[in-house]
């Protein structure tokens, strides 16, 4: 089938809803979702999939029973139902029961579709809003970005890909769910991929099956879906402006204007991605007191979206900034912050002339398959008698340790770069080869970010091997 924009008129076009509904808490939500899929101008054929009956109407379909005897798995019960269809309907819908999908959002997909390449599927972010009405993006939080090397032209529209591919909703022509099935990545059992189990089944096209998903930037509007429940609110989640900024950067890289780079490697393999590197991430207290009261020059390395770096440039201290991407990187420019783009080795090599009062490596040194290599190139630029400040997580925690030795889920990955993409740095490899680049370790910070009373007790008195994080301070007093 050829899409095209006046497709959504067309009495022949029939579109399948499979719904996910697991207990009573959105079935306010689940009802006015149903609502507005048969108030289109095309034939809807609403699914529920339930752990429960519910009584939602003769026209809508309710299969209760879960495909495993884990809870989570109820969203995996989509996929045969979809396939099991693939010739009878035009579009398929998978969503959960708090995901207000309108006309305009089908309508966009439908007028995308036939500009994108076989592999790209449209798809969307999802929004909240706040009692006051306004904006909130949940989906980007954390390690999840835009990836500055994907921003492109498809006809009218600019795309991009988001590395978190989960929007509780995805949609799909009959010929792209009839690929993915053929793929063998779409009905498969329930499991855990990168992410959970319910947010893996809402993924699989995108992750499973040979597809890429892209978001229309340049109609952002038109790719964005009311999660009704409002559940991340003030919780995470990037606020409006901030994503209209992303949006003017990524547009701004289409048209030459911004440079498309990354630094490094960012992301480990393991599940959520565990120890991946935080784009918003607040300061810590710990890490800016390792920072001498008298610095006059710092020079950051791995920095996100500029809320240290900022902290610090309130003391009065000069800050340069290698940004994770040349995206979250423009947001540090944004609050005055000198900003180098380009690689690790691109960045590092343009400063080979320049020393600073310290140099800071946040959360980085770790996700490198060269520490070692990466460490002597950053202490190289600190001046004699300057401060180098590392921090990382602590892979000498008793329950980490643990789960190494025994090679418990996703720790096994952590014996090989390569499996996990981690570099487990500890205090002592820190210690010993700072010592032979000429640096004096001052000082250790052991820390985690739990409320500082809970199993307070049992932290002090395991020290080191109950905390999460470290700060490792040195100075620089050998020339080398």
Not at 80 to 96: C, G, H, Q, W
Not at 109 to 134: K, M, V
Not at 364 to 387: A, D, F, K, T, Y
Request: charged share 20%.
């Amino acid at each position: 089938m050829n899409v095209t924009p006046s497709s959504m008129n067309h009495p022949r076009l029939r579109l399948l809803v499979a719904i996910a509904s697991f207990g009573e808490k959105n079935l306010g939500f689940l009802k006015k979702i149903i609502k507005g899929y048969r108030s289109m101008p095309i034939d809807v054929d609403v699914v529920v999939l339930s752990d429960a009956p519910k009584n939602l109407g003769s026209e809508v379909k309710v299969m209760v029973g879960m495909p495993s005897k884990d809870p989570w798995s109820l969203p995996f019960a989509h996929k045969p139902v979809l396939a099991d269809n693939a010739d009878k309907y035009d579009l398929f819908i998978y969503s959960e029961d708090d995901m207000e999908v309108t006309e305009r959002n089908i309508q966009a997909f439908l007028d995308i579709t036939p500009q994108l390449a076989p592999t790209e599927i449209a798809g969307f972010l999802r929004y909240e809003t706040n009692n006051s009405g306004t904006l909130s993006f949940p989906d980007m939080h954390g390690i999840y970005r835009w990836k500055p090397e994907t921003v492109k032209r498809r006809g009218d529209c600019t795309i991009a890909e988001f590395t978190n591919e989960h929007a509780a909703f995805y949609i799909l022509t009959k010929e792209q769910l009839k690929q993915a099935i053929v793929s063998g990545g779409f009905l498969r059992l329930p499991t855990r991929g990168r992410y959970d189990m319910a947010c893996t089944a809402a993924t699989d096209p995108y992750t499973s099956c040979g597809f890429k998903k892209v978001v229309c930037i340049s109609a952002w509007q038109d790719f964005v879906i009311h999660h009704m429940s409002n559940r991340y609110v003030g919780q995470f989640g990037l606020p409006l402006n901030s994503f209209k900024e992303q949006i003017q950067t990524l547009m701004e890289i289409c048209g030459g204007i911004h440079p498309a780079s990354s630094l490094c490697g960012s992301e480990s393999k393991l599940f959520y991605p565990k120890w991946s590197a935080n784009y918003y991430e607040k300061p810590h207290d710990e890490l800016l007191r390792a920072v001498p009261v008298d610095t006059k020059t710092i020079l950051s390395i791995g920095c996100g979206w500029g809320a240290a770096e900022k902290r610090l440039q309130q003391r009065g201290v000069e800050v340069t900034a290698l940004p994770l991407d040349s995206i979250i990187g423009a947001a540090a420019a944004r609050l005055g912050i000198t900003v180098i783009y380009g690689t690790l080795n691109e960045s590092l090599a343009s400063l080979e002339e320049q020393r600073f009062d310290c140099v800071l490596i946040s959360n980085l040194l770790h996700l490198q398959s060269n520490p070692e290599q990466i460490l002597q190139r950053c202490c190289q630029l600190v001046r004699m008698g300057g401060v180098l400040v590392v921090s990382s997580p602590n892979f000498d925690r008793i329950p980490v340790m643990l789960r190494r030795a025994f090679a418990v889920g996703d720790y096994s990955k952590l014996r090989n770069f390569s499996l996990g993409e981690i570099s487990p740095c500890g205090i002592n490899f820190m210690k010993q080869k700072l010592k032979q680049l000429g640096f004096r370790t001052d000082r250790v910070q052991w820390f985690d970010r739990m409320p500082p009373h809970k199993f307070a007790a049992i932290r002090k008195y395991l020290g080191r091997f109950a905390a999460a994080d470290w700060v490792l301070k040195a100075h620089r007093s050998v020339l080398k």
